[in-house]
T-cell receptor
Framework: GENVEQHPSTLSVQEGDSAVIKCTYS??????FPWYKQELGKRPQLIID?????GEKKDQRIAVTLNKTAKHFSLHITETQPEDSAVYFC???????????FGGGTRLMVKP | DTEVTQTPKHLVMGMTNKKSLKCEQH?????MYWYKQKAKKPPELMFV???????INESVPSRFSPECPNSSLLNLHLHALQPEDSALYLC?????????????FGPGTRLTVT
């Protein structure tokens, strides 16, 4: 089955700096890669996703890149703000079955 | 309605109790999911319903029994649970059509088994 590894497990940045979270996946058939943000006590919230026919996608301060050959994808957050502090999960999915396999999560702390 | 809702928000039950968790969505999504999330861990898939039929059961113990009465509603029946089953139970839904399969999560039910 699919295995998703996520690094780092914790990340502390100064407000205004950039943050990068990286994930690798094992199954070359995976073709959908979402990122979720989960604040303490809240639901996971889909913040951005990318499909395997696209190399990069951007939405305001958030961008995701995908390298299919190397089987890794990354989340980039620019101009970080204290409200970006949360746990971020990457995930991978093969269309058939629509199952998401999650990475272990990254706790991002943005210091004001 | 663009949200997945779950009730109750919190549930405390004894090991001999029977209780049910409820999930509802009115977005016309045709896939619904149950996940279990322990503290500081990612969500762990339990069940998938596609077009109201159980399509995936991730080897979940029989003390958890899912039910999908209609396309908008998903239940999780609980019986004879163990303390280690205490967790946040998340429901999610997905359009599951036209290559769109984003999953949207409900707020979860925090379950404590005593």
């Amino acid at each position: 089955g699919e295995n998703v590894e996520q690094h780092p497990s914790t990340l502390s940045v100064q407000e205004g700096d950039s943050a990068v979270i990286k994930c690798t996946y094992s199954d070359s058939a995976s073709n959908y890669f979402p990122w979720y943000k989960q604040e303490l006590g809240k639901r996971p919230q889909l913040i951005i996703d990318i499909r395997s026919n696209v190399g990069e996608k951007k939405d305001q301060r958030i961008a995701v890149t995908l390298n299919k050959t190397a089987k890794h994808f990354s989340l980039h957050i620019t101009e970080t703000q204290p409200e970006d502090s949360a746990v971020y999960f990457c995930a991978a999915s093969i269309r058939a079955g629509n199952m998401l396999t999650f990475g272990g999560g990254t706790r991002l702390m943005v210091k004001p | 309605d663009t949200e997945v809702t779950q009730t109750p928000k919190h549930l405390v039950m004894g090991m001999t109790n029977k209780k049910s968790l409820k999930c509802e969505q009115h977005m016309g999504h045709r896939a619904m999911y149950w996940y279990k999330q322990k503290a500081k861990k990612p969500p762990e898939l339990m069940f998938v319903y596609s077009y109201e039929k159980l399509s995936i059961n991730e080897s979940v113990p029989s003390r958890f029994s899912p039910e999908c009465p209609n396309s908008s509603l998903l239940n999780l029946h609980l019986h004879a649970l163990q303390p280690e089953d205490s967790a946040l139970y998340l429901c999610a839904s997905s359009p599951f059509r036209d290559s769109t399969y984003e999953q949207y999560f409900g707020p979860g039910t925090r379950l404590t088994v005593t």
